[in-house]
């Protein structure tokens, strides 16, 4: 114990550590009391994103970032008990860090933390929410399965919309001409090395502002913000009412951080890691890439909007959002602080939170993406086994007409619904439409026979909820 | 030089110009160390991978028929030691006549997911969006802004070969 006494003591006499260490831990926060627990939300995701350096490193060791063999390598990491754990871990870390700094950034915006003098602590923390989704999309691509692959190849068609530059970004983001061998390589650099390094100086300046200009206190009616005298109030507060940070506040901050991590470690655990899809051979043909839970509701905007406006939606559409996140501690940095005061700030969060979560679960679904592996209609939907209206199902399923169209339950959801099209259309409609097509239907003119024609009307209009009325002479017909 | 000299400075012209000239000598070597470290590592991020243009069979004349879709995969023009199945590119080649073939991209022209061929249906449809190609890759519907993009094709001494072309990107 003397020994240990006596090494420290010598440690600290030539570096100095406990000089500032010990007041950095004690230095003084406001009493935040009943909104205490608000607090721990940047906290926990710097917790989780040493999870995802630690577990991050562990995988990097036997990963290989390269086109041929990643694959491999990540199917033999999975294949080990803890290697599948591990892996499990950084994806939940993943999914844990974006969804915590954006309940993070949503918490400072309702308590309008940002205003004076924490502007730059809000877009130090909007710079780390955009890489920490460039990680997300970046640290998905690295699994480099089917969905991986294609996901380079969509991130390089999105750029190619760019004005004036877009091919050329959209061959850079592939590094060349093909996606290839180069194109792996420069994610993993990216994932591994630049964004990182980014994320790291943001995080640095973001803790040196929170020390600089102390934490945010809870905000109180009627108590607005003068950067006049705001340093003098606070430094007056922490005077009057303030804790030591350690460890006053920090217990929250290790118990809440426990808390995610234990669950991050045991969703890794039970659920394991997301399943590796099909190789990325570009000439496997049979792929349906879908991004990630939290692009999801992305890619739904991007697929309702009208098409006439797609390529602004795909440049301007971030570009924006990243405009006014800058902009708002710029044009508001003083004032009411208390959410009550700015009540328009709940129905905004609202709103973003009901966009996130709608057209999230428009996307899981994603009506617009045909169902080609629908499989030929039963025989029990189509009720008979030969003749005509047998004829006619086995053309809906071969004309790819079930791939947009359910019936019975069967099929896409791209074009309406035919289970009951006989009651709703004439055969004279249903082949009007058939040979015209519409802006989401092929027209199918000069592509279908007389013969087929002929049994997919008849199949189409047996789509009935009643059987037609009986005509006469047609009495044994149930 | 004494030890408080460091505040005679400021009374001092001579000093004053001194240090201002080492502050300017200082950040000048900085910046051109960083500028020459700078200047190879962006450049090379920067340089783009060109392929050259290659011929690829991709099969046998007598291999396709008359009026038929099908899938061929060929190689990279140049694929990288490794590359591995990486540099397999596939494309969707259809016989007119006895000599006459269209090979397309596999790329949609929307976001780039891989088309399927509808043999029953005679389409190519897109599994991302639901975009539709007509067997000569024109637009049938959906949100497919040009036609599939197309590769030259010709035959050699009754080989059908497909020139390798950059990944084509809609803009």
Same mark, same amino acid.
């Given at each position: 114990m003397r020994i240990v006494k006596f090494v420290w003591n010598w440690f600290d006499e030539i570096t100095g550590v406990s000089g500032w260490l010990i007041p950095l831990a004690k230095h003084p926060v406001p009493? $935040?009391?009943?909104? $205490?627990?608000?607090?721990v939300l940047g906290s926990a995701t710097l917790l989780v994103f040493i999870v995802q350096i630690v577990t991050g490193i562990a995988l990097a060791s036997a990963y290989v970032p390269s086109a041929g063999q990643a694959y491999h390598t990540l199917a033999f990491i999975s294949s080990t008990r803890f290697g599948s754990i591990v892996r499990g871990i950084h994806s939940f870390g993943a999914s844990a860090m974006v969804i915590l700094i954006g309940i993070h950034a949503i918490r400072v915006y309702l308590f309008g933390a940002y205003k004076y003098p924490r502007q730059m602590g809000w877009l130090t923390g909007v710079a780390l929410l955009f890489l920490v989704l460039g990680m997300a999309f970046t640290g998905q691509l690295l699994r480099w399965d089917q969905t991986g692959f294609w996901s380079v190849v969509i991130a390089a068609e999105q750029a190619g919309r760019t004005p004036l530059i877009g091919n050329w970004l959209g061959h850079f983001i592939l590094a060349g001409d093909t996606a290839g061998g180069a194109t792996l390589s420069r994610f993993f650099a990216l994932h591994v090395f630049f964004i990182p390094a980014l994320i790291f100086f943001f995080i640095g300046f973001h803790l040196y502002l929170v020390i600089r200009n102390g934490i945010s206190e809870p905000p109180t009616i009627g108590r607005p913000v003068d950067p006049k005298t705001y340093r003098a109030w606070y430094q007056e507060l922490l005077h009057r009412d303030g804790v030591p940070f350690w460890p006053d506040a920090a217990w929250r901050d290790a118990v809440f951080g426990l808390l995610v991590i234990g669950a991050i470690v045991a969703l890794a655990v039970v659920v394991g890691p997301p399943v590796l899809g099909k190789p990325p051979d570009p000439s496997i043909i049979e792929a349906s890439p879908r991004p990630e839970w939290y692009f999801l509701w992305y890619y739904a905007v991007l697929s309702v909007i009208p098409r006439w406006s797609e390529n602004y939606v795909i440049i301007l559409g971030p570009a924006i959002l990243i405009v006014v996140l800058v902009l708002l501690p710029l044009v508001a940095p003083k004032g009411e602080r208390s959410p009550f005061k700015r009540p328009w700030t709940f129905g905004l969060v609202a709103f973003i939170v009901f966009m996130i979560a709608y057209y999230g679960t428009v996307g899981h679904v994603a009506p617009w993406s045909p169902r080609m592996d629908a499989p030929p209609l039963p025989d029990e939907v189509v009720g008979v086994t030969q003749g005509p209206i047998a004829a006619g199902a086995r053309v809906f399923h071969d004309k790819g007409c079930e791939y947009c169209h359910k019936i019975a339950g069967y099929g896409g959801i791209r074009g309406p619904d035919l289970s009951y099209a006989g009651d709703r259309m004439t055969a004279e409609q249903m082949e009007t439409r058939i040979f015209s097509g519409a802006p989401n239907m092929p027209s199918y003119n000069g592509n279908i026979t007389q013969q087929q024609l002929s049994d997919l009307l008849a199949f189409l209009s047996s789509r009935r909820r009643r059987p037609p009325p009986a005509a006469p002479g047609n009495a044994d017909v149930k | 030089m004494s030890a408080d000299s460091i505040h005679d400075a400021d009374d001092n012209p001579a000093e004053t110009s001194r240090r201002r000239f080492l502050s300017r000598v200082s950040i000048v070597a900085g910046s051109i160390a960083g500028v020459i470290v700078a200047i190879p590592s962006v450049a090379f991020l920067l340089g783009l991978r060109k392929v050259p243009h290659v011929w690829r069979t991709v099969g046998k004349l007598e291999d396709f028929q008359i009026g038929s879709t099908v899938k061929v995969a060929f190689l990279d023009p140049s694929p990288l030691p490794w590359s591995g199945v990486t540099a397999r590119t596939a494309a969707w080649l259809r016989r007119e006549s006895a000599e006459q073939f269209i090979a397309f991209s596999v790329v949609c022209t929307h976001l780039g997911c891989p088309v399927r061929w509808l043999p029953g249906a005679n389409l190519f449809m897109c599994p991302c969006h639901g975009g539709v190609y007509y067997a000569d890759g024109?637009?049938?519907?959906? @949100? @497919? @802004?040009?036609p599939l993009t197309q590769y030259p094709v010709r035959v050699q001494r009754g080989c059908v070969q497909i020139l390798t072309s950059p990944l084509p990107i809609t803009t």
């Open positions: 009493h $935040a009391r009943k909104s $205490a627990w608000f607090y | 024109t637009v049938a519907s959906g @949100p @497919p @802004p040009r």
